[in-house]
């Protein structure tokens, strides 16, 4: 394993010199391909053709309701019963919502924001509010927080989720700790899975906030790569130790289906979900069940679904093999980058030689390939050790993905020998 | 004309018994109708099967982007185009949301409440917010202030919109009046239409409060049946008064279409939407591209839209006779009842004599017919005269509306003669 320090200033700059020209070699190839974002690529989309292609000729539901018309606030039965039996939650716990989770995740820190929760003071009333924040982790996420004011604390990411020893130190003593934001399976960006016990100690944990609230984010619940890792279901944790109002649950379709055009979930605890349900009633009619309708009739069954992720998986994988693979080849017998093979999810997140994340994806970006910026899985987008990139392969093809690769590669050599370079 | 207070006890006495007979003869049908919201009616739906049972075979927008993925905050440039020229607003100046406008007016008032709008103070943080209410008026626009706390203020309307007189002394001196609730064509409950001079006189008024907002529901802008009244266009005014900013204009597809599956649009001024849009970057990834294309394919462009209208008029209009029909028939000789014809909408309003109106539509539930509730079109419920009923004909079948009409008419009459008992 080569150490890139232990280098002379001589070697250093012979290999800047040599990563220089690959770099500018790739640069004539004028690549021009975005990867900032977790996009399905036009094949993953065309898995679910079905659902525009199909015509609704059925605007009934299952329960005799004109699905056209107004009427039923939180969700078709029909998708209750598919949700809940994919997820194991109550469907009394649950609202079928729009097209979005990230509009409900929203909706739901603006609610606590305005009302706060069974009677507790609203957050926008509180002088301070504080949500843990697992990093690297999800920038939308992030923002949201910034939009409401609510200061964000890093806690550093372990093996099997947030490092809890630290977690639970914290909600214990400061009652201005309010939440946690949390994406338990195939964490964005690190691949990250929640081992039962994590998931155990944040529901039985002690909190100095009596209004303490969990942001469950399973947006990758069901996608599974390489391996079916299984989550512990929180509503059971929760109810084991009497805390299932701290939970707040969101799932949806638009990483399954079609982004923006899915179904999404919020669910909470047997008192909280009663309190969400009449502020959802001053705040729309209802969500579009004819859309929750095409879904239904899409899936058919958790079967379907499952099959359908299978189907996804199988082009998500060789995408995922080509970017471990390369950085494999390119890295594995040196200390310029480092990652964890993700078993599922959306995303490899890797990290280079600290100082080095914003000149990789600079570099990147000069010659033509948008990186996710750097900073951007940190809260207030700063990663103090300026280290993590996301990599998102969905989108490119095969071939765009291993030429982009390659050229990543090269960038992170280039960043991590220039500012070794500096040292000496 | 008879006038009820006119009759003797003794003449009194026997109306009653009159309309007691003819009351539970009604009630002995077993009439099973609910008229409580304004639904359109299955032959409505039918009107707009085409977007439910044609294929999106061609899923890219005319801007080549694959209205399947991510991407698009603001709506596709289609159904902008589209809005913009049905409506004469600035594309601009408008989002293209989800499928229910009541949910944009909702998060709009939220907004305000959490971030005040062009670095005035958030309304939240204020110890008091006022808003005028034209009344009689929608009870779901009431249900939003009550929500947040803020104090409504009912306005007389008059035949061409709301007191202004009243409306500009108010805005005028109170800074803690925001803003006001103008369903501005063929208003909900009364069909009232602005005049432009009522337009004019909402954008040129003098407000203590800089942040006021004008929240400008156009639901019913395109619902003609009588007649095509013209409604003058509010950005036009407000720019004449350079106070566009105070523009919160909103519109949806819900009672052309699909209540609850269609497209709503919310617009403001210059200044204003830019900051409106930097929220909702932070709310949502985007709305529903594929449904926008779905509505943008089946209308084509405002002549299909307008031709459109013209079916769902011819649908509506008999109902609306039968109401106004029956109306006139029963009370045109007597004053226990009196309305005015709108000339399109979805209502049609009336008032029983003081103190008439819970009674009536109690008398009608109890013989099976549900009506709007008696208040539900004043703020808090609490109609001072407790005189306003909405009759919403669009649900039934003409041969349900007319019986469900004959049963109205008698409960209006035997709640009157009771009352009326009361003061001999």
Redesign the interface.
């Known amino acids: 394993m080569m150490s890139l320090a232990s280098n002379t200033k001589a070697q250093l700059l012979e290999l800047e010199k040599k990563y220089a020209l690959q770099y500018n070699a790739l640069k004539d190839r004028n690549i021009a391909l975005d990867m900032s974002?977790g996009?399905?690529s036009?094949d993953q989309?065309n898995l679910?053709n079905g659902i525009?292609?199909?015509?609704?000729?059925n605007?009934m539901t299952e329960q005799g309701i004109?699905?056209?018309?107004?009427g039923i606030l939180d969700g078709i039965s029909e998708v209750k019963h598919l949700f809940g039996k994919l997820l194991d939650i109550p469907e009394a716990n649950m609202i079928i919502g729009?097209?979005?989770s990230?509009?409900l995740i929203?909706?739901s820190m603006?609610r606590l924001?305005?009302f706060g929760s069974l009677g507790s003071t609203p957050w926008?009333k509180l002088d301070k509010v504080k949500i843990l924040c697992p990093v690297p982790g999800y920038d939308?996420h992030f923002?949201?927080c910034?939009?409401?004011g609510f200061e964000m604390i890093n806690v550093p990411m372990k093996k099997d989720g947030p490092d809890m020893d630290m977690v639970e130190s914290i909600v214990k003593t400061d009652a201005s700790v309010k939440g946690i934001l949390c994406v338990p399976l195939y964490s964005n960006p690190d691949g990250t899975c929640y081992s039962d016990e994590t998931v155990l100690r944040l529901a039985r944990m002690e909190t100095a906030a009596e209004d303490f609230k969990i942001f469950w984010d399973n947006a990758y619940g069901i996608h599974h790569v390489f391996k079916q890792v299984s989550l512990y279901n929180i509503f059971d944790a929760c109810r084991r130790f009497n805390t299932e109002n701290r939970i707040l649950y969101f799932f949806s379709t638009s990483k399954i289906t079609?982004?923006?055009?899915g179904v999404a979930l919020v669910a909470a605890g047997d008192d909280y979900i009663k309190e969400i349900k009449q502020?959802f009633g001053?705040?729309?009619?209802?969500?579009?069940?004819?859309?929750q309708l095409r879904v239904f009739h899409f899936f058919k069954n958790v079967d379907g679904m499952l099959a359908h992720m299978s189907k996804l998986a199988d082009e998500l994988r060789p995408k995922f093999n080509i970017v471990l693979e390369t950085l494999r080849h390119e890295f594995s017998d040196n200390d310029m980058l480092k990652w964890v093979k993700p078993l599922g999810g959306y995303f490899v997140s890797v990290n280079t030689l600290p100082h080095c994340a914003k000149e990789t994806v600079r570099l990147a970006k000069e010659a033509g390939l948008v990186l996710t910026n750097a900073g951007a899985t940190y809260p207030y987008g700063n990663d103090p050790m300026d280290s993590n990139i996301r990599i998102a392969p969905s989108y490119p093809t095969c071939d765009e993905l291993e030429k982009a690769m390659e050229l990543f590669c090269v960038c992170v050599k280039l960043a991590a020998v220039r500012k070794a370079l500096e040292y000496k």
Chains 1, 2 share one sequence.
Do not use: C, V, W
Request: aromatic residues 14%; negative net charge; charged residues 25%.
């Open positions: 974002r996009k399905p036009g989309l679910s525009l292609t199909e015509p609704l000729d605007y004109d699905a056209r018309n107004y729009g097209n979005s990230l509009n929203y909706d603006a924001y305005m926008g939308r923002a949201i910034e939009e409401f079609f982004p923006g055009s502020h001053r705040q729309t009619i209802g969500y579009d069940k004819l859309n």
